[in-house]
């Protein structure tokens, strides 16, 4: 699989927009999902372009959670291709225009490979990704307790890692994944760099990760 940063609160890449919110492209099994929106469209949509993505490549929309900085570019995004379905939470509402709006409660699998954890605590969905090395998930902002999202995640399967924003978290938590690329709202981060040393990546807008 490969998880490509397209908008975080740091940059990876320095031609590239920093700014409050969350937004990656994950191509696996064939499908390229574009997990959350960030914050601002014209944000979303110029980093794409400098990251060479075309939103009329993508055909699958996940949405982690309601929050702005999650979903502030959806409406941007589905102006220029609006042909995707878009699987959300069903505690967030008004998706419109888009070819299919799928409401996720319980965990689901998209596609083979490809599951949500479900809405976890009534806000929050992860993406999780089956791979050689184990699970990855992908998350917005963690909201739900990780022990939550980890017991889900490894329902399908062993968890090798995770992607995204773990908000509140703490390091200790993370339990005992093998890869962490621990950024957006994360507030632990040196204290995650220093228990899981050989684990933990730097994430940020432009960063590619391969697993
Ligand atoms: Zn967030
Ligand atoms: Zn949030």
Redesign the pocket.
């Known amino acids: 699989m490969r998880t490509t940063i397209i908008y975080d609160n740091t940059v990876f890449r320095n031609d590239l927009h920093a700014d409050w919110g969350f937004s990656a492209l994950v191509e696996a099994h064939g499908k390229r999902i574009l997990f959350d929106t960030g914050g601002s469209g014209s944000i979303l949509l110029s980093n794409m372009e400098k990251l060479g993505i075309d939103p009329n490549g993508i055909e699958d929309v996940f949405i982690?959670?309601y929050?702005f900085?999650?979903t502030g570019g959806l409406s941007a995004f589905l102006d220029q291709n609006n042909a995707v379905r878009v699987w959300v939470p069903s505690s967030f509402r008004g998706v419109k225009n888009a070819k299919e709006v799928i409401e996720v409660d319980n965990s689901v699998k998209l596609y083979e490979g490809i599951h949500s954890t479900g809405e976890l605590e009534r806000?929050?969905q992860s993406l999780c990704i089956e791979t050689q090395k184990g699970v990855v998930v992908i998350a917005?902002?963690s909201?739900p307790k990780m022990a939550h999202i980890m017991s889900a995640a490894s329902e399908f399967g062993k968890v090798y890692g995770i992607i995204g924003?773990l908000?509140g978290n703490s390091p200790e938590s993370l339990g005992n994944v093998d890869f962490i690329c621990a950024t957006h709202?994360t507030q632990y981060i040196p204290e995650i760099k220093s228990l899981f040393p050989d684990a933990y990546v730097e994430g940020g807008a432009g960063k590619v990760i391969e697993i």
Do not use: M
């Open positions: 982690s959670h929050h900085d999650h806000v929050e917005g902002c909201h924003g908000h709202c």
